[in-house]
């Protein structure tokens, strides 16, 4: 039986640490408030916002929310941006993605003040984590590095595979697992023989947007396996991209949905949170 890499725990040990340097800061009398704008009412992404308006309250930060309306114009959101940036009481600022299509994303990212891009989306703190200096990292890649180290899985000289390219999964975490020393390779649609190069992982950690695509052939014995996915079956379940039935008897660990990665995401991002408290 794999050992099941517990998310939900290990979240929470983040958080209470979180909550306690955050009454450290608050004797010190260092605030921190996050902005957390919502364009649209889209209810995958209203779940998230409440989500992140709770964790700030238990880590004992404000949260400002700003519901603005689907037709909200690209200009508006700019404007606010920028009042936000401005705003001194405001240490971190996020835009729940996606936004609305008449919106260039890459434009809105690019409008938060990098010191306050919390997510870690923007290019100067993209570009930062490729050249190994400080700024803030995207949080599921992040938390993917938390659930590694404090489940006790050895990244160093591991041959880490990867699936997935994205700019908020795969790309950062290939950078994390090579700054942690692991041999890292990233596979994609176009990669050949996928099952064959997974079989080479000593972790495997999936990030593709396919539910249950990754079965046991995917997985060498042993291997630790962290499933990114997030899917709604038909019968309301949550399940990933990982086959968890048949991988699990595989695997030497493996991460849950629920409760594996996606916990890790928002404590991390309070993590982000306290760090840009601390500039
Ligand atoms: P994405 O759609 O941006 O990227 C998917 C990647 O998978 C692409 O790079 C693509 O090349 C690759 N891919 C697609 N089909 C493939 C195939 N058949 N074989 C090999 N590679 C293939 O997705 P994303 O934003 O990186 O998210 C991936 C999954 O993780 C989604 O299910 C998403 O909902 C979930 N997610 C979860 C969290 C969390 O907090 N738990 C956070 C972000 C994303």
Same mark, same amino acid.
């Given at each position: 039986?794999?050992?099941?890499?517990?998310? /939900?725990?290990?979240? *929470?040990?983040?958080?209470? &640490?979180?909550?306690?340097? $955050?009454?450290?800061?608050?004797? *010190?009398?260092?605030?921190?408030?996050?902005?957390?704008?919502?364009?649209?009412?889209?209810?995958?992404?209203?779940?998230? $916002?409440? @989500?992140? %308006?709770?964790?700030?309250?238990?880590?004992?930060? #404000? +949260?400002? +929310?700003?519901?603005?309306?689907?037709?909200?114009?690209? &200009?508006?959101?700019?404007?606010?941006?920028?009042?936000?940036? @401005?705003?001194?009481?405001?240490?971190?600022?996020?835009?729940?993605?996606?936004?609305?299509?008449?919106?260039?994303?890459? %434009?809105?990212?690019?409008?938060?003040?990098?010191?306050?891009?919390?997510?870690? =989306?923007?290019?100067?703190?993209?570009?930062?984590?490729?050249?190994? !200096?400080?700024? =803030?990292?995207?949080?599921?890649?992040?938390?993917?590095? !938390?659930?590694? /180290?404090?489940?006790?899985?050895?990244?160093?000289? %591991? @041959?880490?595979?990867?699936?997935? #390219? +994205? @700019?908020?999964?795969? /790309?950062?975490?290939?950078?994390?697992?090579?700054?942690?020393?692991?041999?890292?390779? $990233?596979?994609?649609?176009?990669? %050949?023989?996928?099952?064959?190069?997974?079989?080479?992982?000593?972790?495997?950690?999936?990030?593709?947007?396919?539910?249950?695509?990754?079965?046991?052939?995917?997985?060498?014995?042993?291997?630790?396996?962290?499933?990114?996915?997030?899917?709604?079956?038909?019968?309301? /379940?949550?399940?990933?991209?990982?086959? =968890?039935?048949?991988?699990?008897?595989?695997?030497?660990?493996?991460?849950?949905?629920?409760?594996?990665?996606?916990?890790?995401?928002?404590?991390?991002?309070?993590?982000?949170?306290?760090?840009?408290?601390?500039?």
């Amino acid at each position: 039986m794999a050992q099941l890499i517990d998310g /939900k725990k290990i979240s *929470q040990e983040i958080k209470d &640490e979180l909550r306690e340097t $955050v009454a450290e800061l608050k004797a *010190q009398g260092k605030e921190g408030a996050l902005a957390v704008i919502q364009v649209g009412a889209d209810p995958a992404s209203s779940v998230y $916002v409440r @989500n992140k %308006k709770k964790a700030c309250e238990y880590i004992g930060i #404000r +949260s400002e +929310s700003y519901e603005l309306p689907e037709q909200t114009s690209e &200009e508006e959101l700019l404007a606010l941006i920028r009042k936000l940036n @401005n705003d001194p009481k405001i240490n971190g600022i996020l835009c729940q993605l996606p936004v609305p299509a008449h919106m260039d994303e890459d %434009k809105i990212i690019r409008a938060i003040a990098p010191e306050k891009d919390v997510d870690g =989306f923007h290019a100067q703190n993209v570009g930062a984590l490729v050249i190994g !200096q400080k700024g =803030f990292v995207s949080c599921t890649p992040a938390g993917i590095i !938390q659930l590694l /180290k404090r489940s006790g899985v050895e990244i160093a000289g %591991k @041959n880490c595979v990867i699936i997935g #390219r +994205s @700019n908020i999964v795969g /790309k950062p975490m290939a950078l994390l697992m090579l700054r942690e020393n692991a041999t890292v390779t $990233v596979c994609h649609s176009r990669t %050949k023989n996928l099952p064959d190069v997974c079989r080479q992982a000593d972790i495997l950690i999936v990030a593709i947007g396919r539910p249950k695509m990754i079965t046991a052939d995917y997985v060498k014995e042993g291997a630790v396996v962290i499933d990114v996915g997030i899917h709604r079956q038909e019968d309301g /379940k949550l399940c990933g991209d990982v086959d =968890f039935a048949q991988v699990e008897p595989v695997a030497g660990a493996i991460t849950p949905v629920p409760g594996g990665v996606g916990p890790m995401t928002i404590a991390m991002l309070m993590h982000n949170c306290v760090e840009a408290m601390q500039e």
